[in-house]
Each structure stands twice: as C-alpha cells, then as structure tokens.
C-alpha cells in the first residue's frame, strides 16, 4: 500500500536542509507508520537526490513522524537552478512509499 493512505505529508526547507513531516490521519495508525517508514527507509526512497544523513524525529502526540534530510536540495535554495528549488514537492514523494499492507499485518 502506499503511505498516502494512511498519511498526509508537509515539507520545509532550511539551505540544503529538507524537513518533511508526515501525520496519521488516525491516530491509531502512528505505531504502525513508526515501525515501517524509518529513516533509512526514507533515505533509501530518495537515494537519488539525497547525500546526506536522514534523521527522524518521533512527536507521538501530534502522530508525527519529522524527517530531516541532508543534503538534499542540490545546494540549497538559493544555489540551486532545480525546478523544485524549495523541495515541496518531496512531501508527495514520500507519499508514494510502499509499506506493508496493513491488512495483512498480524495484530500485536
């Protein structure tokens, strides 16, 4: 499945620094985004455009999960000629990511 069905994303910038957040729209499925969308599985996803390290950062209250992104915007914004300059459109990117299907997940 892909993790626009049980995610919506928002995504920032700082330099060559991209920021993307990703919220259950369940809370109840915040465990289950935790255990299957890590940071080396988003570093793996964006293999191709990030050169940094990916570090997440877990925010169980607000059933978020923050990933920051280094070297990732070709230079930094203001560096950088790429149509997408700021990164927004990585939000949806990560959206895209397969995860386990959660019906076929055992319970735990």
């Not at 809370?27 to 080396?40: N, P, S, W």
């Not at 599985?41 to 999960?65: M, T």
Request: with cysteine; hydrophobic share 40%.
């Amino acid at each position: 499945m892909k993790l626009r069905e049980l995610a919506h994303a928002r995504a920032g910038d700082k330099g060559n620094v991209s920021n993307l957040a990703i919220f259950a729209y369940e809370a109840g499925d915040y465990a289950y985004l935790a255990e299957h969308v890590t940071a080396e599985r988003v570093k793996a996803h964006f293999s191709d455009i990030v050169g940094g390290d990916v570090v997440r950062y877990e925010l169980p209250n607000l059933a978020c999960l923050n990933f920051v992104m280094q070297e990732a915007l070709g230079g930094g914004v203001t560096r950088s000629l790429s149509l997408d300059a700021h990164g927004k459109a990585l939000s949806s990117a990560l959206l895209e990511m397969e995860i386990p299907d959660k019906q076929s997940e055992p319970s735990h």
